[in-house]
């Protein structure tokens, strides 16, 4: 491996096998990541990074379009076979510029969307006023009635609605570990005319395993999501139409022309080896197995009394306020875990009085540790051992909590294919 870039470039060779030995050896626990299999690295590293194709299968701007159109088509017609679509673009680079694509099909300057409040779970892309969407669209925000079960204040989002009049009512998350009522949110988005979106990027596996319900079942009209989570693709994005063929156009033109310029061909190949894998009948059973994995380690947190946003989990990720629970920041939290070989994330929680930088709570999740092929006591052990470093947090907790991992993790190889 890397044969070429070690006689070549020492000094990016030298931090390629650094993260390479740092992903064996620890866990991963950020929900948003996990591990591609070989098949994706190989098509991420073809020569299909050498070429241009902008435009769309059959309608490119430049030749030598033969496989690319064929490699594009694969992955279109596998993604629209896995989320139940009848549309999908499969050029998006990432998430964002999924979610910014979606905006600038469906909006003009000025509209409204009706998405969750970043602190109660959404997204940056959702309008947080940091971002550049919020110079050129309204953003209006709803929140969780109940923080202790996670329960969203339908009630309110429909007053909201019906005041504010959204073009968009959308759902989906990236710290939010709850199922939503997806009825409750196409009703909402009929009743004022607006368009039904989802977010899907945290458990586009989940639903592409049919492990949670697929939004588009209950009558959402697109999709966006990343293909790199627990989707297990390379990093990139994607967007789904169920059966507008109006949308898909709007879709088709906002990503390119209107966006982006040359697809990543080497990254759609990727997508659909990927989409090829989570199509196999072996992936329900990885998506089942990422819940059960995320229950074990709530029943851990939940025996030792400590104070998890939405009072636990029903989807790949828990949020834990290690402020109340442990009396320690965020911030410190994921020093101290990260030493001990569990990589994991500060997040802010629901109305956090902390900065971004510092939060009150620790986001993490299984959907990489699943595939390494842990099961629910190996999830129960890392829950613990998470427990015992941050209510110790002396050196030698820390170590011993470190060769734990290490064996865990060297006991649990990442795999280069999946059954
Ligand atoms: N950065 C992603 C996450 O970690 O959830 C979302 O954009």
Known sequence: MYSHIKKQDKEVFGAIAGEDKRQREGLELIPSENYVSAAVKEAMASSL???YSEGYPGRRYYGGQQFTDAIE??????????FGAKYANVQPLGGANANIAMYFALLQPGDTVLGMDLSHGGHLTHGHPVTYLTKIYTFVHYQMKNVETGEIDYEAMRRTAKKVKPKIVLAGFSAYPRELDYTKFVAIAREVGAIAVMDIAHIAGLIAGKAVRNPFDDGFDIMTTTTHKALRGPRGGLILVRESEELAKKIDKAVFPGLQGGPHMHQIAAKAVAFGEALKPSFKKYAKQILKN???MEKVFKKHGARMIAGGSDNHLILLDVS???QISGAEAEALLDRAGMTLNKNVIADDTR????PSGIRFGTPA???RGFKEKDCAQVAELMIEVLTKRNDATVEKARRAIKKLALTHPIPESFP
């Open 49 to 51: 990074t050498n070429k």
């Open 369 to 371: 540790v699943t595939t």
């Open 73 to 82: 088509m694969v992955a279109i017609e596998r993604a629209k076979k896995l």
């Open 294 to 296: 995320t229950k074990a």
């Open 355 to 358: 900065k971004p930088m510092d």
């Open 324 to 326: 109340e629970s442990f």
